[in-house]
């Protein structure tokens, strides 16, 4: 069952500039940024009162996120939607048409179940599934 929104993704050029920006003009703390070296990416999460801001560096030249930004630059890539029920929520979603592009979910960049929609769902914005 869908529980509420867990955070926005966010895919950036340059990460520590983002953070730096951000972090700022908020008067947040700057989060500590996690490599992930299998997807070639960069993460960081700035939490405000309970809804995350995921800031994403794609460094790769051919990935999701980086062909994401070569075409919008630092943009909103997609929202997540927290579950505690993943299978069955992609089944009700499946069933009421939602394109997905994980059919089944896979373990995501912060170590929890996740799945994505089509970004064709929402005319070029995907929505991610995500256990708490």
């Known amino acids: 069952m869908i529980k509420g ?9 340059d990460i520590e ?11 947040l703390p700057v989060p500590p940024v996690r490599d992930i070296p299998e997807w070639e990416i960069k993460v ?3 939490n405000l009162g309970g809804t995350g801001l995921e800031f994403i560096q794609d460094y790769s ?9 070569k075409e919008r630059g630092n943009a909103i890539h ?4 927290l579950t505690d029920e993943i299978e069955k929520d992609i089944e009700v979603l499946k069933g ?10 896979k373990l995501g960049a912060r170590g929890k179940r996740i799945a994505f929609t ?4 929402l ?9 708490p």
């Open 17 to 27: 500039e983002s953070l730096a920006r951000i972090t700022q003009a908020l008067d």
């Open 96 to 105: 009421r048409g939602v394109e997905m592009l994980d059919q089944k979910p």
């Open 123 to 131: 005319g070029g914005i995907p929505f991610e599934l995500s256990e």
């Open 78 to 81: 997609h929202f997540c939607l």
């Open 118 to 121: 089509q970004p064709s769902v």
């Open 5 to 13: 929104v867990g955070h926005i993704g966010i895919a950036v050029r």
């Open 44 to 46: 960081a999460v700035v």
């Open 61 to 69: 030249e051919e990935g999701r996120f980086a062909k994401f930004v």
